[in-house]
Structures are given as C-alpha cells and as structure tokens.
C-alpha cells in the first residue's frame, strides 16, 4: 500500500509541473486542498505583507496568474523527484526569460492525494 502512495505522489508532482508549463492554472489548482498554503522566497520579495506565505486556492489562482502573466515563457525542467508516503520533495530548474536558470526545491505535504502545503526554496 505505502509503494502505490508513494508511485501516487510522484505521478502528482509529475502531473503538477506539466499543468504549471501548460499554464492549465484550474488543472494546476485540482491537485490541492481547499485550505492549502503555499511558501516561497518570491511571495516573500513580491508581497512583503504576506511573510511569504499564501493560504488557499484563491491566493494561489492570483499569483499563478500574475507569475505566468509578468513572466511570460516561464518554465520548469524535472531534475529529480523524491516521493515518500507523506509527500515529495521536487528539484527542478526554473526557466524565466531574461533571466539564468535557477535551481529550486519545492516540497509538497500530501493528504488523501491533495497538496495541502507546499514550499519553495531557492538561493
């Protein structure tokens, strides 16, 4: 049972950065809970009042939409997955036009198959 949670975990961060490059925000959107929060460096830089974190799939939606609207051509490129039954630990390479590829982990805490946290890290 734990080897199928885990198969599903990473076939969900698989599904999670092919929706992200598509730009499919509502398919994006169906992998996570309804109270789900998000951390990340940039929310930080971006939206100082926040400290970093959003909270919930309306939070989610405006930034995804502001991110992929100011930079256009944004990519991630798969460098490993890590699945456990709890989650998955993601490293991938972000690719934003006029600016050098950076590396980024991302962790996402999964419940009954819904992100319920996720949190970016990066330099």
């Known amino acids: ?7 599903r975990n990473e076939a969900l961060a698989r599904s999670w950065i092919d929706h992200f490059n598509a730009g499919r925000i509502d398919d994006l959107l169906g992998l996570y809970a309804e109270d789900c929060t998000h951390t ?4 930080r830089a971006l939206h100082p009042d926040t400290g970093g974190e959003l909270r919930g799939k309306a939070a989610l939606t405006t930034w995804w939409k502001e991110a992929l609207e100011r930079l256009r051509g944004l ?4 460098v490993r997955i890590t699945a456990g039954p709890g989650g998955v630990f993601v490293e991938y390479t972000r690719h934003a036009p006029g600016e050098p590829p950076m590396a980024v982990a991302e962790v996402f805490d999964v419940e009954q198959g819904a992100i319920v946290a996720s949190r970016v890290y990066h330099g």
């Open 75 to 78: 990519r991630y490129e798969i």
């Open 40 to 43: 990340s460096p940039k929310i």
């Open 1 to 7: 049972m734990t080897l199928d949670i885990v198969e």
